[in-house]
């Protein structure tokens, strides 16, 4: 009962990830009140948003952009001795984390938009430290916002072209802006940590300590009226992130019905934006509202939810993470990346070499020619392997990997399926016929190796926008 609380509480419309991007253009600029006074006026008011010094891909003009949407939740600001401080603080003090992100990619010429939820559990390396480290994806954020914008493509292998933040502390602000959210609850809800306390089912306009206490709640407990019993949510940190996903659904659910042509309300919320949302150097007024313009005047057909293949993983430490499931992921990704769902990249490769021609200091060179032409670059064999051709080993259903690491050799090689080995991660062993990598590959036989197992040609998990099973949501229960 409890796995299901965890995602009912809301109104079923759009889902959240259209709405804190629908929420940024409302907010920054209220579309920066472009139809209420006037484009000089909506550069004047984007004009104050906060422009973040990060480097980022650009885009061909025209060409589908990739924007990393973040939500921070900074302790630097906090009061301590505030009355909310304990909901922000959580016993910890300064720093700063990501408790939500998002990916969307907006396609301009299609008005295609695909949503892409990132875990802040996530189990990564982070770029420039130990590669035998990993860490959170959400702890890549307390390292700067380069960082953070490096490590989401470095794990997920797909370009960021444009940067958005948004001060979760900031959402308090526009609570009271839009004089609270409506949240449907089922049943009652308690967190004695974070204050949360919901008598019992029906809908609450939670004011902005309440909306904290809720979107802060890590100990949440619902009532059974079956048994009588409190049961305690054990969706942990997924389960506090959809709660923040649910409550910025409702709170921009809220603000969009609102009469925003009342200039004060309009230019109190364009206010809130101003002061919480940061963007980067690029991104322009009109990107601002292209963005906004796709989200709004999308429906159904045009925007496409999709989620990572994650497991869940036990550190040595004895903390529950979560681990991407890369060949079951390359799908998803690939849509970000712009290639076909079944295609894949050398950046999701991881190639070992192994010297089976004899050749000094042939396996390492190899290996270095391969990383630079984009793979992921292994480890070199400690001992040589003679064979008699060269050779690409590849885990069952991963042909497709050793193709593409085969296609980059001048000389071809021969697939050999080996079951002791990953997906996605082949072993290449070079022999006397072997000559040297090319840095682009050969084009791929038609049909394409490896079409009767590949993981990469398994459907996506992709979901279109809507009520449907896993998306929060009552049906027929509304708020208004």
Same mark, same amino acid.
Request: with cysteine; net charge negative.
């Given at each position: ?5 965890? /995602?009912?509480?809301?109104? =079923? ?9 629908? $929420?940024?253009?409302? @907010? &920054? +600029? ?6 209420a006074?006037?484009?000089a ?23 589908p ?6 939500g ?44 892409l ?20 994806i ?6 700067g916002?380069?960082?953070l914008?490096?490590?989401?493509? /470095?794990?997920l292998?797909? =370009? ?9 502390? $900031?959402?308090?602000? @526009? &609570? +009271?802006?839009?004089d ?23 809908c ?8 904290l ?19 305690s ?35 109190r ?6 002061d919480n ?12 509202v ?26 040595? $430490? ?7 499931d890369?060949a ?16 894949i ?17 042939q ?5 270095d ?14 001992d ?5 051709a ?16 085969a ?10 399926e ?5 997906p ?14 090319q840095?682009?590959a ?16 398994t ?5 279109t ?7 929060p ?6 708020c208004?």
């Amino acid at each position: 009962m409890s796995d299901r609380r965890a /995602a009912r509480a809301t109104k =079923p419309r759009r889902t959240w990830p259209q709405r804190i991007v629908i $929420g940024t253009g409302i @907010l &920054v +600029a209220g579309t920066c009140a472009l139809t209420a006074t006037g484009l000089a006026y909506g550069a004047w008011k984007f004009g104050q948003v906060e422009h973040y010094e990060v480097e980022l891909v650009q885009a061909a003009d025209g060409a589908p952009e990739n924007f990393l949407i973040v939500g921070s939740d900074s302790r630097d600001a906090v009061d301590p001795d505030s009355a909310d401080a304990d909901i922000f603080l959580n016993g910890e003090s300064g720093g700063e984390r990501s408790d939500s992100m998002m990916v969307a990619r907006l396609d301009p010429s299609s008005r295609q938009v695909d949503l892409l939820s990132v875990p802040r559990d996530l189990w990564v390396t982070i770029p420039g430290g130990d590669p035998d480290e990993h860490h959170r994806i959400n702890e890549a954020f307390a390292g700067g916002r380069q960082q953070l914008i490096e490590t989401v493509e /470095a794990n997920l292998g797909i =370009p960021i072209h444009h940067y958005v933040e948004v001060d979760f502390q $900031g959402f308090k602000e @526009l &609570v +009271a802006a839009i004089d609270g959210v409506p949240t449907y609850f089922d049943t009652a809800w308690r967190d004695t940590n974070s204050g949360l306390d919901i008598k019992g089912e029906g809908c609450v306009t939670l004011n902005p300590e309440q909306a904290l206490a809720y979107a802060r709640a890590r100990h949440l407990q619902f009532y059974d009226p079956e048994t009588g019993e409190w049961d305690s949510d054990p969706t942990g940190d997924l389960g506090r992130m959809n709660r923040q996903q649910i409550l910025v659904v409702n709170a921009i659910d809220e603000a969009v019905s609102l009469q925003l042509a009342n200039p004060a309300r309009l230019n109190r919320l364009i206010n809130v934006g101003v002061d919480n949302v940061g963007v980067d150097p690029g991104f322009t007024l009109d990107d601002m509202v292209a963005l906004a313009k796709a989200f709004a005047n999308s429906n159904s057909e045009d925007v496409v939810r999709h989620s990572l293949e994650v497991e869940d993983y036990r550190t040595d $430490g004895g903390a529950a993470v979560l681990t991407l499931d890369a060949a079951a992921s390359q799908p998803v990704l690939n849509v970000y990346r712009g290639l076909p769902a079944d295609a894949i990249s050398e950046s999701t490769v991881t190639v070992d070499v192994v010297n089976g021609s004899g050749v000094d200091g042939q396996a390492q060179a190899v290996l270095d020619a391969l990383g630079a032409s984009g793979f992921v670059a292994g480890e070199v064999g400690g001992d040589t392997m003679a064979v008699p051709a060269t050779e690409v080993h590849y885990a069952p259903g991963s042909e497709r990997a050793a193709d593409l690491v085969a296609r980059h050799l001048t000389a071809g090689a021969t697939l050999v399926e080996d079951d002791g080995l990953d997906p996605f991660q082949v072993t290449l062993i070079t022999g006397p016929d072997f000559t040297t990598v090319q840095q682009a590959a050969r084009p791929p036989a038609d049909p394409a190796p490896g079409t009767g197992g590949d993981p990469s040609s398994t459907s996506t998990t992709s979901t279109t926008i809507g009520h449907a099973a896993g998306d929060p949501g009552v049906d027929g229960i509304d708020c208004e």
